[in-house]
DNA sequence: CTGTTAGCGCCTTCAA
DNA sequence: TTGAAGGCGCTAACAG
């Protein structure tokens, strides 16, 4: 228990004004004379008072507070995405309750946490929702916002990268370079996002007579990914192109293609990741990927958390982004 | 302004009991007979009741809740050890409100923001605390701890890793190693981490009858660590070595001098980090570098943060955790 | 413009 | 064990 701090009364009793006065004081549209106001704040600075945010929320009934659930801040896609988020939300007031999940974690309580937190709306970043929780979120209208994770809901939006169409650049990019052997290292069965990108480059294959060479899963991580590919090089053939539904894994997979198997990137294996972190733009990598426009993504999830937190009414919408294919040097060029 | 949401009150009704008993059926320690807290739990499935934190936390005094203020979230080394905190807070219950902040950037606002947030505790990762704030959260009684950055104020709790005795091994490894000419790439003017990283480096050289060769700020930051290393390397004789005050920066540098000036790490050039982040074990770096022990620095700092939480009353500590080399291919043998 | 008066949703003595 | 009653610190009508 803490001791009893300064309140708007305390400021009132030694400003000679009334506690509402005080309050009118520090709120932005409250009318009071410039002497009062004086008063007021040379008080409140003398007594070092601060307006309890917990109050007000209480009886204004609005927190201004977004919760984000994330997953994978190991991947610096997602750290970037959660910075951008952050400043998002906070120049536009709104205070950040964080919640980290493991990947393929459920979020059950979590979510309850959220729900009992009084946040006003949920940024979701790579991370999964149970139906339940969806449908308690929109009959609380609270909005909620996925970025790269659907649920079998209609009643949230969901913001994403054209998944399907990323994978399937990839997949016919290999094949028009005259690769034969394309492998797949997958994330997580539980992530819709991979299940696209495999989806699409599956039915690139596919559209040029080809099927998967081989699929493993690397679960977004970074260790996991490296023994993905050492799985997929062990037995001859071995594929003489890669696709991984991440750069992170991707990048992995270099590392692990030249350090273990002494092969060159792109000479004897092509690799094509996802996302277009930082890392895939460093020497070392030249990584031929799929950007994910995280800007826009992000500007596009906060806008429609924001949107339908001021307008207090749901409004679910499904975004997907398009991708735009970056070339470097990590795919052999045909010829 | 929302839709009046179901209260104890509604579930009080619906059950037939009082208010006070769907209370104490919420509360850890109310003492209720199982044939009303059964009642009391029916009703509130019914009608979807979740007791309010906000209420809760206004008159309990206590909103278990810690802000995080973090800056340089993109690397991966903040990104880890926020993840780690995050986690830790969580599982004891507390609630996170994160603030971000630019590297250098003044957190005047962010701290009042937090203070009015009604926040038990403040955990700084890589971010400035101001005298006045830090005298406040004491007049407040608000545990402080700061990892990674100083304050000029004995008030608050700070818990960092021996950054002396890190640049200090770093250079009289380099020496012994029999290297020249010794650079560093420095971090932020503002930075206390840097500043005895550079402290111990440079005490290292002149305890051996060295001076360093040239010194340049990286600012924490890939690019502006790739700008510094090229300005290093551009006049003749350029640096045999070169320590980072962190690994992002020191692979900023590998990187650049690999690719644009196609020195060879370690026959052209030796490279010492600072962190042993993920990316320092990866075979394309083999980075020597100097651990910081994160997990037991969140560790440290958690610990701190709880304890001062539940007591009630603030016992600043200084913590310095040993660092330990991490010696791997990026420093010439000698000989 | 200012003060008075009700609460916001909940916890917590205090009696019963 | 239970209910009644009084706030936690603040905002928002409502009169004056």
Redesign the interface.
């Given at each position: 228990?803490?001791?009893r701090?300064v309140t708007s009364y305390d400021v009132a009793r030694l400003a000679g004004v009334s506690q509402s006065a005080v309050s009118r004081c520090f709120s932005p549209k409250g009318s009071i004379s410039a002497k009062t106001r004086e008063k007021v704040l040379a008080a409140a600075r003398q007594l070092?008072y601060?307006?309890?945010?917990?109050?007000r929320?209480?009886i204004?009934?609005?927190?201004r507070t977004v919760a984000?659930v994330v997953s994978q801040?190991?991947n610096?896609f997602y750290?970037?995405t959660?910075?951008r988020a952050?400043?998002t939300f906070?120049s536009e007031g709104y205070?950040?309750?964080?919640?980290?999940v493991s990947a393929d974690g459920d979020t059950t309580d979590?979510m309850?946490?959220i729900?009992?937190?009084?946040a006003e709306g949920i940024l979701m970043l790579a991370a999964s929702l149970t139906t339940p929780f969806a449908q308690?979120c929109v009959?609380?209208?609270i909005p909620v916002v996925m970025i790269n994770r659907t649920v079998d809901f209609t009643g949230v939006s969901q913001v994403s990268s054209d998944n399907y169409h990323g994978g399937y650049w990839a997949g016919s990019y290999l094949v028009s370079q005259g690769h034969r052997r394309m492998a797949f290292i997958n994330g997580l069965v539980s992530s819709s996002t991979g299940a696209y990108r495999r989806r699409g480059f599956l039915d690139a294959l596919l559209s040029q007579g080809f099927s998967c060479w081989a699929e493993e899963y690397g679960e977004y991580h970074?260790d996991k990914a490296r023994e993905a590919t050492r799985r997929l090089f062990t037995k001859q053939p071995y594929p003489d192109a890669v696709f991984a539904a991440n750069d992170h894994m991707a990048i992995a997979a270099v590392?692990?293609l030249?350090?273990?198997f002494g092969l060159r990137i792109p000479e004897d294996v092509s690799v094509i990741g996802f996302d277009d972190t930082?890392l895939a733009a460093?020497?070392?990598y030249q990584l031929t990927t799929v950007r994910q426009p995280v800007e826009d993504m992000v500007a596009a999830a906060a806008e429609l958390l924001l949107g339908q937190m001021r307008e207090?009414k749901l409004s679910p919408v499904q975004r997907i982004l398009p991708v735009v294919p970056i070339l470097r040097g990590s795919v052999r060029q045909r010829g």
């Open positions: 228990m803490k001791r701090s070092g601060r307006p309890n945010t917990i109050a929320s209480l204004t009934r609005s927190s984000v801040l190991d610096p750290a970037l959660l910075a952050s400043r906070q205070h950040l309750l964080l919640f980290l979590v309850s946490e729900l009992q937190s009084q308690e009959d609380r209208s970074f590392e692990t030249r350090a273990e930082p460093w020497p070392s207090g």
